[in-house]
Structure formats: C-alpha cells, structure tokens
C-alpha cells in the first residue's frame, strides 16, 4: 500500500456538516504528488458561517456561492481517493464532517480506510503539544499557513512520511504496525476509530471516576485526565469540564504526574507570578514533559477540534 491520500476539511462553523473547502494530496511511493482543492456549499441546514470560524480560515459566504454542493463535492473527493487509503491530523474530525455532512443531505456514507497523524505522532515524537503546527515542526516540516486546506492537507502527508522515516518502515500499513496504530474505517455505513492498540499483556484503560463510561473509546479524550488554565473565550470552565467528562474524560483541577492534557486558554498577565510569561499550570507540565512524563499542551482551538470530532457531542459557543 505505497499510494495513499492526505486530506483535510474546513468548515463553516462549529458544527463538524458544515464543510466549506476540502484539500487533498495524493502520495505515491513516498512521494507528493496530485493534489486537489475546492470551495463547497455546507448543507443548507448548517450553512451559516460563525466569525470565529471565518477568522480562523479567511472563507466567507462569498467564497462558496458558485462552489459545488455536498454532494457534488464527495463524488469528487471518491474520484480523486480512488480507493486509497485516506490520512488527516485528528482524521476524526475529518471522518466527522464526511459522515455529518452525508447525513445532512440523505447521502450515504462512502467506504474508506483511514489513518490519523496525532494517534501516529504521539507514538512518534516526546512532544508538549499534538497539533499541526507542533507536529510539522517536529517532522521537519517548514508550515506557515495554518487552516488552509491545502497547507493543512500537505502537512499531513509531510507528517506521515516523516513518521515513516523515523520509524523506518516504508509504507503507510507498516508505519501503523510499527505504532501499534489500527487504522479506522468507514464501511457499509459503519464508523470504526482510528486508534492506538495497547499490547495484549497490558489491561484496557476504563474510564476514569467521574468520566462517562458510555462515551466513545475512540474519542479523543476517553480515559484521559485533562485540566484547563487561563480563561476559555468560547465558553465557562465549568462547562469545559463537563464536556470533557461526557466524553469520557476526568477532568482535574491541578496539573500533576497523572495528567495528560492541559488546555491553554487566554493569560492575565496580572494573576502571574512577577517575571514569569505563563501559568504555574503551564510551567509544571513542561517540567514534567522535560522529566519523561508524557503530558500535551493544547489551545482552546484545538480542544474544541478534538471535541468536535467526537460522536454525539454538540458545541454551542459563546457568541455563536
């Protein structure tokens, strides 16, 4: 499997069927090659554009109004995919507005196979965040144009190939192999995550006290505790916290050795300590990562990606 193909969505607003452009890369034998990008009309029942989203990728109604329609778009996407296995960073969100967008329009869900560069980058790198920008970075990767499909999308592919390198192996199956990484899939109208397979002598992580033990194991924050520091501009901290429990999280009040991810919201200068330019919660983790602790640093955006890529979980955002 030497040809496969980097994709990525932007949406209109915070609801994950509300697709406005889509970028995709085709891979072959380690190397860049087709790409393909294009404007789409969101659904009319989730076509509005929310300004936290416009600011974000710079698309506004105007871009889209002579675009192709969902589903023009996905015809377009399969054709391009051509059976291909598929990689995104965070590929749940992506799979996400694929899935919500078809349910939108009475389309139905297209079969694909799939893999996600955060799951294989967290087996990759000793990183303090996961996000794009982080993870190109760490993959050599020169990437300057964050939520534009097209950067988004080569960016990916970059990352994967980076992977392969670091990992050495030669295909996209092997790099999987080699992370212990089980690839997702779309099929016969059925959603299976793309996710880390622990080793068979190692016992399954339950969800943690407080967390939700119905949510989705492949959510993005299933079995993790996660803490929050500064202040979130899209909603309360009290319902970030909840949000993080109904999926299957543990939300925790301080930072400790027991943490895996801290979300970085807006800093007062004047609740800092003299001198320093960012949160005790902040320089905590990294003096745990530093010490070989495995802790990710995140921002409010990317705490709502991840949230949004999560099934059933529906985001209502303060101004929205």
């Not at 209109?12 to 790409?35: F, H, I, K």
Request: proline letters at 7%; hydrophobic letters at 40%; glycine letters at 8%.
């Amino acid at each position: 499997m030497t040809s496969w193909v980097a994709i990525d969505f932007e949406t209109a607003n915070e609801y994950r069927g509300s697709p406005c452009a889509v970028a995709m890369v085709a891979v072959q034998d380690g190397r860049l090659g087709e790409r393909y990008t294009t404007y789409i009309q969101p659904p009319p029942s989730a076509a509005y554009f929310s300004p936290f989203n416009m600011a974000l990728h710079g698309i506004t109604p105007r871009h889209v109004q002579n675009a192709p329609t969902w589903p023009q778009a996905l015809k377009e996407i399969i054709d391009f995919v051509d059976d291909r296995p598929v990689v995104a960073h965070n590929a749940a969100f992506d799979l996400g507005v694929i899935r919500n967008a078809c349910d939108l329009t009475d389309s139905p869900w297209p079969n694909l196979t799939y893999a996600c560069t955060l799951v294989v980058a967290r087996r990759t790198w000793q990183l303090i965040s996961y996000s794009l920008p982080w993870v190109a970075e760490a993959a050599g990767h020169q990437f300057l144009d964050h939520h534009d499909p097209a950067a988004d999308a080569q960016a990916a592919a970059t990352i994967a190939l980076a992977a392969q390198r670091a990992h050495g192996v030669d295909t996209l199956p092997e790099l999987l192999q080699a992370t212990r990484t089980r690839f997702g899939a779309l099929f016969g109208g059925e959603w299976k995550g793309c996710r880390y397979q622990p080793p068979s002598t190692s016992r399954a992580r339950s969800a943690l006290p407080g967390a939700n033990p119905d949510a989705d194991p492949d959510g993005p924050f299933y079995g993790l505790t996660v803490c929050f520091t500064g202040t979130l501009l899209t909603m309360s901290r009290d319902e970030a916290r909840h949000l993080v429990a109904e999926v299957g999280g543990q939300p925790v009040a301080g930072v400790s050795k027991k943490t895996n991810v801290l979300v970085i919201g807006e800093q007062d200068p004047s609740r800092l300590r003299p001198g320093a330019e960012t949160s005790s919660k902040h320089q905590k983790a990294a003096t745990l990562l530093e010490a070989g602790h495995s802790i990710e640093v995140i921002s409010e955006l990317d705490f709502l990606q991840r949230l949004a890529s999560t099934e059933g979980v529906s985001l209502r955002l303060n101004g929205a």
